[in-house]
């Protein structure tokens, strides 16, 4: 071949490769004189979360032409899985929705990206004392959504109760007498999501180890080394879920309910009580139910030690916070503080507190509005009354948490004896 | 070389450089990345220090007994792939092919449908079919008259393959169908006459005739299924809910994703997912590699 027709050759296929080069490069360029943010946020377009996100950051730009707050929207599983994806890919964002503890924080800190907020917060805008210290020396890594995070929740359909003529539950005892109405009227005692493991942890034994135990701390003193999961408290906890089984208050068919399934049972009044976390109060959807929802601690339950009557297991809430990587640019590090003033307005935080999403505002000053929903009070109400306890995977992480989580299905669905899965757990937690 | 390729090279070089580059990048530097990582403690998020721990990542992976069970549940999806949806596909292509059916081309499309269909969505429409008074349940309950039946094969080790395999034939089978279906158009008819002039029966017809005639596309056929079901990763995730169904179901790429991206009290847990990926291919290779013999050893 001719020289000249090798030069027409590459000149062809650096036609062919530098206007795609330029049109990348353009691309980027397109955000020219812009503070770009690059945020990981949570939700997604069917919840309210996600909804309000978008409208929040549709009016900050339109009101701060200079910062673009360039996000990546992700909720649930997805949300967890990209986070480490891209921590491990060194693709960190500036800003992102987090939390500080083993099942929200881990990642970032790890990654050594969590960034004390301390100094960048005003104590005139946020109150302080709601927001607590997130490591040993103080260090608030995050802006929580709300105040603590209460997971053992027993949401109470007082509808139902009053038709088929029950009162509030003082004990255990007092939900196992509800089973025969309950099943003669074709609906069930109680409804938890026991397909997705979490649940378990979460939602209900962080309330029955604590109460067992007499010790709000017990959780974490265990991981700590203080206890033990194979110690008789953690066995009789586990127990109790075969109680609760041999009683017909837990149905073994739980363990294929999941958290959608589980909220839609509630809705659709199939049961008279729900397990769950706070934060499914925006999610009783059927209004003559959320209008009926009182939101209660657990009764006394069978064993427990006094001291934690009425407590509920409770984690300082996720919420949004800078990361190192963010903070490390002082442009990036304002415009960021910028819109998370902006997402924790006054008026933003209301509506969070009307959609059910937070238990009660962080902000100084904050006037909680007379007019809010029924289950809002319920939830601010619970707030105020309960004693708080450790939450499980709040301090319990990898293969431990999981071998519980999986370890509690099991026991419900005949497979597993609670000193089987109290030992497997043990032997798990790498102190 | 002679004087007249030597003088092409550069032009060679220029054509293949990209397609090579890209290459390297994408598929060569990840693999030569993954082997590397396997044999140290290297976690990205510690800050770029690593040493050198030979085989302990493997050592580590073949003596825990999720490996194992993984592996297990891996194998039954080959089987399901291979012995499944393969015949499966086949039949219902010659079905097709032969017109024992009226409307061929509404059971070609029915059959192909969930292949338009993303994986997770399909995943999502199985597990609610599965779930506590979900559908099947309900059926269960009709037949047996005991209105608290529930399906609950997806609470067993031992027994969560079954439905999964269901779905797996349902989603997959239509394109083994589609593949076989293509390659039958391309058969002489003259072929099928003459068998049928030669007093041959429709079974020594399918038997002596057709399957010879596309062994080639049996092995191409099963080396997809092979591939396809070690590296598949979104279907059993989503059909599944998070703790016992998916440890239940769990196979290597999920293994995998669970060791290296959510076991955080495992320090190497990177380089452990590595070691794990590593044998998926060497596994994969392995399968290919059989099937191919199995494949030269019937040629015709």
Known sequence: ?431 | MKKRDIQALPTYLILVAPALLIYLFVVAYPIGYSVWLSFTDFNPNKGGQWDWVGTLQYSTMFKDPNFWHALKNNLIVVAVSVFGQIPIGFILAYILYRKKVKAVHFFQTFVFLPQFLSTIVIGILWKRLFQADGPISRIIQIVSKDPQAQFELMLYADTVMIPIAFALIWVYTGMYMTIFLANLQKIDDHLIEAAKIDGATESQIFLKVIVPLLAGTILVSSILAIAGSLRGFDLIFSITTQGLQRNNAMVLPIFMYQSAFQNYTNEMRFAYGAAISNIIVVISLILIGISRLVGKKTDY
């Open chain 1, 1 to 431: 071949m001719k020289k000249g027709k090798v030069f027409v050759l590459a000149l062809l296929v650096m036609v062919m490769i530098v206007p795609s080069l330029w049109a990348q490069g353009a691309q980027e360029a397109g955000t020219d004189g812009k503070v770009v943010v690059k945020t990981m946020a949570y939700g997604d377009n069917s919840n309210q979360e996600g909804v309000n996100w978008v409208r929040i950051v549709n009016s900050f730009e339109k009101e701060n032409p200079d910062i673009d707050i360039d996000y990546e929207m992700l909720y649930d599983e997805a949300y967890h899985q990209k986070v480490v994806a891209r921590l491990a890919a060194g693709d960190v964002p500036d800003l992102a929705y987090m939390g500080a503890d083993a099942r929200w924080g881990l990642p970032w800190k790890e990654a050594g990206q969590q960034f004390d907020h301390t100094e960048f917060l005003d104590p005139d805008y946020y109150d302080l004392n709601l927001i607590p210290p997130m490591d040993m020396n103080g260090e608030i890594y995050e802006i929580p959504l709300g105040t603590s995070n209460i997971t053992t929740v027993l949401f109470m359909n007082t509808r139902l109760m009053d038709e088929l003529g029950l009162s509030a539950p003082e004990t255990y005892e007092d939900m196992v007498a509800m089973v025969p109405v309950a099943r003669k009227a074709g609906i069930e005692v109680l409804t938890i999501d026991g397909a997705d493991g979490w649940a378990w942890g979460s939602c209900l034994m962080s309330a029955v180890v604590a109460r067992m135990s007499g010790d709000p701390q017990w959780v974490s003193k265990a991981v700590a080394g203080e206890y033990s999961f194979d110690d008789k408290v953690m066995i009789d906890s586990l127990s109790f879920l075969n109680r609760m089984v041999d009683d017909g208050v837990l149905l073994e068919k739980s363990v294929l309910v999941d958290y959608g399934a589980n909220v839609s049972n509630y809705n659709n009044e199939k049961a008279l009580f729900m397990v769950q976390g706070q934060w499914v109060a925006g999610g009783i959807e059927n209004p003559e139910v959320a209008n009926a929802t009182k939101m209660i601690a657990w009764p006394t339950l069978p064993g427990e030690k006094p001291g934690l009557e009425g407590s509920v297991a409770a984690a300082i809430q996720v919420g949004y916070g800078l990361t190192k990587q963010g903070a490390s640019d002082p442009e990036v590090r304002d415009a960021a503080l910028k819109f998370l003033r902006y997402f924790f307005s006054h008026a933003e935080t209301t509506q969070r507190l009307r959609d059910g999403a937070i238990v009660a505002p962080i902000l100084k000053d904050f006037e909680v509005p007379s007019d809010l929903p029924s289950i809002v009070k319920e939830k601010v109400a619970l707030a105020q009354r309960a004693p708080n306890t450790d939450v499980i995977d709040a301090f319990l992480s990898g293969d431990a948490n999981e071998a519980l989580n999986t370890g509690m299905q099991k026991i419900v669905s005949g497979q597993s004896t609670p000193e089987e899965v109290a030992m497997q757990v043990e032997s798990l937690v790498q102190r």
